[in-house]
């Protein structure tokens, strides 16, 4: 995956789902401060899925190979959709993520 997303400071939105993209979310993509969504769902992403994007409210990283979650500073989140990856327990810290509307991390391992 580009790890290059520095270079785009007032980007909201961001699909790149159905890509068969592989290897991890960059830093620069999880804590971009401007984005307000992200699907990157339908690739071959692996590893650890660390959020830190104060802006970021709906995400959306379905069939993937993810292993764990984290949340930190996601006051804006109101969607999380992580079903079927490898995902194992336990849950993320849910605290300061007061508009979370709709989670769901169907099909893993929790």
Do not use: C, E, W, Y
Request: no cysteine.
């Amino acid at each position: 995956m580009p790890n290059s997303f520095d270079a785009l400071p007032k980007l909201k939105s961001l699909d790149l789902s159905n890509n068969s993209l592989t290897g991890s979310i960059p830093a620069s993509l999880a804590a971009h401060s401007a984005l307000n969504s992200l699907r990157l769902s339908a690739n071959q992403l692996t590893g650890f899925v660390g959020f830190a994007s104060p802006s970021l409210s709906n995400v959306f990283i379905s069939q993937n190979a993810f292993s764990g979650l984290a949340m930190f500073k996601m006051n804006a989140l109101q969607r999380l959709i992580a079903n079927n990856n490898r995902i194992k327990g336990p849950l993320p810290n849910f605290s300061g993520v007061t508009n979370l509307r709709i989670f769901s991390v169907a099909n893993n391992s929790l």
